[in-house]
């Protein structure tokens, strides 16, 4: 991908993801480079976004620090 693409990428994810999004709904956004499994795994790691939040025995994600931590792991 290159780097104009990945830029408008970032900037299409920003605006079409919500303020706060349920794990579930990762995949809708990001296809299934990302799955629900996958971020579970390293959240119960420490190593998945630090924007987590849970409200029952759903877990959802902020969205600025989701991008953040997207950001930092494409390579």
């Known amino acids: 991908m290159g780097e104009k693409a990945l830029e408008n990428f970032w900037k ?3 605006s ?4 706060i999004f349920a794990r579930h709904d990762v ?3 990001c296809g299934t480079f990302i799955t629900p499994g996958v971020l579970a795994n390293l959240d119960s ?4 976004p ?5 409200i029952g025995k759903y877990a959802g994600y902020e969205r600025t620090a989701f ?3 997207l950001r ?3 390579r």
Do not use: C, D, F, N
């Open 12 to 14: 299409e994810l920003e």
């Open 16 to 19: 079409a993801l919500p303020p």
């Open 27 to 29: 995949p809708k956004y």
């Open 45 to 48: 790691k420490g190593q998945g």
């Open 50 to 54: 630090s924007g987590k939040i849970r």
């Open 67 to 69: 991008i953040a931590w």
């Open 72 to 74: 930092s792991r494409v």
